[in-house]
């Protein structure tokens, strides 16, 4: 597998599409200082998924994206694409079957970056995991960058093991195992959870399992009590039935009432119809009467009016005869005015167009001559510009070999102070200092040794006794948690118990609340709470108390109140001390000795006598006598000749048992708070404890870390110490060379100043020939100048007074031509004022015509008036006549109309009862219909005698025995079934889970034994090879790989070099060129083990000499048979090793450009030639 081609478009400096071919083993990319090469580097590391912008020399992502030049504007994506030649199947899996791999990364300025391999649109992760294991990668060994040699070597334990893991090729063991790890925590926070939601779930199957025996009793009782309400429904609709039919009956009485007032009403009506016709005839007949009085009035205001109108026109005309009159003599002076005026200004603007015509060819003129002598100034200036470009030519040349003179000065004097430094640094090079206090941090470092050996056996001692104390404090909290878990569960059913016992006891309805309150006994104990039975007699007291366990115990002389007992059970006590009973007592046990209570209950209890058994029951009950009876313990009540026992559906049944219970629970809820509370007393102790512990082992902790930070330091100061020692003794050798090298400087410096001095003094005298011709060209320049000044001057006051004229004979114009508007505006308004003065003269002598016939007429008019409105007086007598008796006729109406409505009124009201019952009836029948039951079945079954009444009261028993099971979840049932097939789902799940745990545990077990065993082979090899390595590019010399510590999953990989004829233990102490071959033969030893698809090297042998850079190459050339090298150099020996170049070039500014030659069809050429 080997790297073909890249291709770049808008990444950094290569804006234009860009294809980088590669077609030898080594390849070398060429050219000037900042023309972009390093972008290629960045472009690698960029596509196979680099995601920190400061590792490609950027502040942020977008900085990848070409940000434009001076001549170019920015552009909006950026694109990076390899392609390999995988002929080889290097890499495996689904991508082995192809021969050329294409892996591609977009990035936009949105913030966006797509990823391609083989153009298919892919995930980060995946460009990542194809390159797993073969050493490619954004920061793998396999791409050296500018600077890396000298990081590589102080790079930190740990940051060096990574290169070695990537050429195992364990490092998609340890992605694999990341990814394992996170596996496991996650399924081990499921299982957690997953446990707690079993433990939950079961407590809530344990409470559903209840609830649904409760539903599945409340189902039966409500099948019953759904055929009784059926049964009840049809009853009542049977009985709306025959409602209906009576209802029926009377509401056909009311309609034929109803019809006979209705006729009478009718003949009324039909009267005032008559009547009314009557009275719109003569209505008509007046309106029009009216009418007419009307419009003569009108006529009358319309004559008055016309002849007031005339006489007003005739005033207002001839006022305005005089006023246009008036403005015609007005506008005529105005028209005198304006003609003189124009006579005026036609004298002056004939005067003035002469002196216009000389002055505008004066202008011409002069414009001529100031164009002349412009002409002559711009000859001038392209004289001087020449001038000056051959006279700069020569400065410059002269300041640049004076430059050259002051560095070359610069360089030596340098040279003499570096020398002078050297001298003094050798002269104060001395380790005999260092050398007693190098034993006695040997000393202390093995006395805190010893301190840090015993501090930390007592860290131990302290850990194993936390432990303990912890798992002491694990048992007794879950002691604690059982202990509060039998809390709640006791508290639970006391809450049931006590919620059933107030629901027995509570008073249902309104009204015997409302009584109890207002006499004041409602906050009265019941005789079940003041009650006490002993020997397990609670059942014969039951059911011999029967309602008195729910009585109130008022005070002593409570007498009962006034107001009548509500239709309800009440039972009530007086609180008296027991008294002494006239009966003749039996020597019988009685149930009264077996009950304490505050109540004297012997009027009830004392000729009630015990029996054991059924069998001695029977017999003691032929000796019995009025008023006495006999009770078994389990609720068996029987006289001489009754006998009673009470079912578990009875209210009264379990009473005294609860309560009881009750008691109970509360004693046991109270012993058993009181022992949590002790054993959380005592855990609160022992956390105590166990924080003072782990005080007490944080501060010997803190003390073992001090000691071993003091130890470190210490060993730290002697490796200094020494490494001082060792660095001294180099030094020396070192600066005998560095003198060496200075004194072949200045010699070679000296020999250039000499030939830069002879250069200068050239240039020089070129500089003072010219010096000549600048004075001549000064002095023309000047009286150029001066003649295009005056003639400018000139030129501007001549057109200045040339445009005040023009400005002039303008205005003068514009006055002429406003003054001959006004003179036609005049002459207009003359005519129009002639013409109105002719109109308005006519229009007031016809005005004074039509007053006469006009007065006539209006006499006639008024008399007309008087005439008409006697007939109107005579029509509204007629009209007044036919009201009233049409009124009379409404007023009978009116009386037959509220007779009539009385009687639809009780009409409405037999319908509206009707209707009641209708709507009554059909609500049971569908009350009915929704039961589910056929009401002809159910009539069928039906008792003939049955009653509404009677079923109501065994609705109500049901009621009651329903409402006794208290709270009813009728989704239990399902509830159950669901959370019983939820936890076999949550169990088999859990089994899951625990196994994949196992798997997950024995993959990383797996995982590390292979990583182990890879790595350590790996380092031995790497070892192995880079100790062969080291002596060919040093020359001699030893170096070697060491490990930090011996857990190989962690350890960190350190490197140790000694040139040869040098003692260094510390690598920071080699020199540039040191380090670089150093991490050379690391990364070659690194290659050879595991040789990556090709290696991309950056001035990596820039701080090296032309020796060490020689057998660089050679070692290049030897490996290149196996991996494909590119390399950025600007050293001469690495770029002849190439094969082929790419040159890179920026003659743009900001955009880099390629140039490739082929090395080999090069000296081909060349040869064929020659």
């Keep these: ?210 609830q649904s025996k409760t539903a599945a009793k409340y189902k039966l009782l409500r099948q019953e009590q759904r055929k009784i309400e059926a049964e009840s429904l049809l009853l009542q609709k049977i009985s709306y039935d025959k409602d209906i039919a009576s209802q029926t009956q009377k509401l056909n009485r009311v309609e034929t009432s109803m019809q006979k007032e209705l006729a009478q009403f009718r003949n009324v009506e039909k009267q005032i119809e008559e009547w009314r016709q009557k009275l719109v005839e003569a209505t008509d007949q007046h ?4 009418g007419q009085y009307y419009q003569l009035g009108s006529d009358i205001s319309t004559q008055e009016q016309g002849i007031e109108h005339l006489k007003n026109l005739h005033q207002h005309n001839s006022q305005e005869l005089k006023n246009v009159q008036q403005s015609l003599l007005e506008s005529q002076e105005l028209k005198d005015f304006d003609g003189q005026k124009m006579a005026k200004l036609e004298s002056d603007l004939a005067g003035m167009r002469p002196e216009l015509e000389a002055m505008m ?245 004392s000729g009630i006598y015990l029996c054991q058994n059924t069998q001695e029951l029977t017999q003691r009950r032929l000796e019995l006598e009025d008023g006495e009876s006999l009770v078994t313990a389990t609720g068996l009540w029987a006289g001489s000749n009754w006998l009673l026992q009470l079912g578990d559906e009875d209210q009264r049944s379990g009473m005294l048992s609860r309560k009881q219970e009750i008691t109970s629970i509360r004693s046991q809820l109270d012993e058993i708070s009181s022992s949590a509370m002790a054993l959380k007393s005592q855990i609160d102790g022992d956390r105590e404890r166990l924080q003072h512990s782990e005080q007490q082992w944080q501060e010997d902790q803190h003390l073992l870390n001090t000691l071993h930070n003091e130890v470190s330091d210490i060993r730290n100061q002697l490796s200094r110490r020494k490494g001082y020692v060792e660095q001294v003794q180099s030094r020396d050798t070192q600066l005998h060379q560095e003198l060496q090298e200075l004194d072949d400087s200045q010699k070679k410096h000296e020999t250039e100043l000499a030939s830069n001095s002879g250069k200068r003094k050239e240039f020089l005298q070129q500089i003072e020939l010219k010096s000549a011709d600048k004075s001549t060209l000064l002095a023309q320049k000047t009286e150029l100048q001066q003649n295009l000044i005056a003639a400018r001057g000139a030129l501007e006051e001549y057109r200045e007074k040339y445009h005040r004229l023009q400005m002039q004979s303008q205005s003068l114009e514009s006055a002429l031509t406003s003054t001959q508007s006004n003179i036609q505006r005049v002459d207009q308004q003359s005519e129009q004022f002639e013409l109105r003065i002719k109109a308005l003269g006519s229009s007031v002598e016809d005005a004074l015509e039509p007053i006469d016939a006009m007065e006539s007429s209006l006499q006639t008019l008024l008399k007309n008036r008087n005439q008409n409105q006697q007939e109107l007086g005579k029509s509204q007598e007629k009209v007044t006549r036919l009201d009233n008796q049409q009124r009379e006729l409404e007023v009978q109406r009116n009386h037959l109309q509220l007779a009539l409505d009385e009687i639809r009124n009780q009409l409405e009201v037999e319908r509206m009862q009707k209707q009641e019952l209708v709507i009554l009836c059909n609500t049971v029948d569908q009350q009915l219909l929704k039961t589910g039951f056929d009401s002809e079945e159910l009539n069928a079954k039906l008792d003939a005698k049955a009653e509404t009444g009677e079923w109501q009261k065994r609705l109500e028993a049901l009621n009651k025995r329903i409402d006794r099971l208290g709270p009813i979840n009728l989704a239990a049932i399902d509830e159950y079934k669901e959370q019983s097939e939820r936890k076999d789902y949550l169990d088999a799940q859990n089994e899951d889970l625990v196994t994949a745990l196992e798997t997950l545990e024995t993959a990383i077990r797996k995982i590390d034994i292979e990583t182990k065993a890879r790595f350590k082979a790996t380092f031995d090899h790497v070892n192995r090879r880079i100790a062969d390595r080291f002596p060919k590019l040093f020359g001699g010399g030893e170096a070697r790989l060491e490990l930090t510590e011996n857990d190989l999953l962690n350890t960190g990989v350190m490197v140790m070099a000694r040139p040869p004829g040098k003692r260094i233990t510390n690598l920071q102490l080699l020199s540039g060129g040191e380090k670089a071959l150093t991490a050379v033969a690391l990364i070659f030893s690194i290659f050879e083990l595991n040789p990556s698809p090709f290696c991309m090297l950056d001035e990596v042998d820039a701080p090296l000499d032309d020796a060490n850079v020689g057998r660089f190459c050679a070692m290049v050339e030897e490996m290149s048979e196996q991996v494909q090298f590119i390399m950025i150099s600007h050293n001469k020996i690495t770029i002849e090793l190439a094969m082929s170049l790419n040159g890179v070039t920026m003659h743009e500014p900001g955009v880099s450009r390629l140039v490739s030659v082929d090395v080999g069809e090069a000296v081909e050429l060349a040869e064929a030639q020659s």
């Design 1 to 210: 597998m080997r790297l073909s081609q890249i291709k770049i478009a808008g990444f950094k400096s290569f804006v234009d599409p860009t294809t980088f071919v590669f077609p030898t083993n080594i390849t070398a990319i060429v050219g000037p200082n900042g023309c972009g090469k390093s972008n290629v580097i960045d472009a690698v590391r960029w596509v196979m998924g680099e995601s920190s912008a400061k590792n490609l020399r950027g502040d942020s992502m977008e900085d990848v994206i070409f940000s434009g030049s001076s001549t170019r504007k920015p552009i909006g994506q950026a694109s990076v694409e390899l392609i390999f030649d995988n002929s080889d199947g290097r890499i495996s899996g689904e991508y082995a079957k192809y021969n050329e791999i294409s892996v591609k990364r977009l990035a936009t300025r949105t913030g966006q970056s797509r990823y391609y391999l083989n153009n298919t649109h892919c995930r980060r992760r995946d460009i990542a995991d194809i390159f797993l294991g073969t050493g490619l990668g954004p920061r793998s060994y396999s791409i050296i960058e500018q600077g890396m040699v000298s990081r590589i070597i102080d790079a930190k334990p740990e940051e060096l093991r990574v290169y070695l893991e990537e050429a195992a090729g364990i490092s998609k063991y340890k992605e694999r195992r990341r990814e394992t790890e996170t596996r496991i925590q996650h399924t081990r926070e499921n299982l957690e959870r997953l446990t707690d939601l079993i433990d939950e779930i079961g407590k809530q199957l344990r409470r559903l399992d209840r």
């Design 287 to 290: 309106n029009q009467v009216q």
């Design 361 to 605: 060819n004066e202008l011409d003129a002069r414009e001529e001559s100031a164009t002349r002598t412009e002409t002559e100034m711009n000859s001038w200036q392209d004289n001087w510009d020449l001038f000056n470009s051959d006279f700069h030519r020569a400065h410059e040349s002269a300041e640049i070999e004076n430059r050259g003179i002051q560095h070359i000065e610069k360089q030596l004097q340098q040279a003499q102070q570096r020398r002078n430094g050297l001298q003094q640094e050798l002269e104060s090079l001395d380790t005999s200092p260092y050398t007693n206090e190098i034993k006695t941090l040997e000393i202390d470092a093995e006395a805190k040794s010893q301190e840090h050996a015993a501090t930390l056996e007592q860290v131990q001692t302290r850990a194993e006794d936390i432990q303990s104390l912890r798992g002491l404090i694990d048992s007794q909290s879950t002691l604690l948690d059982q202990k509060r878990s039998q809390v709640q569960t006791l508290k639970g059913r006391l809450s049931s118990l006590e919620a059933l016992q107030q629901h027995v006891l509570a008073e249902s309805g309104d009204e015997i609340r409302e009584w109890l309150k207002r006499n004041r006994i409602d906050t009265e104990k019941r005789l079940t709470e003041v009650i006490k039975v002993k020997n397990n007699l609670e059942k014969a007291a039951e059911v011999v108390l029967g309602p008195f366990l729910s009585a109130y115990c008022v005070a002593p002389g409570h007498s009962l109140p006034d107001a009548p007992v509500p239709n309800h059970n009440i039972a009530l006590f007086e609180r008296q001390p027991r008294q002494g009973s006239n009966r003749q007592q039996r020597d019988w046990p009685r149930l009264l000795d077996s009950i304490d209570c505050e109540i004297d209950l012997s009027a009830l209890l």
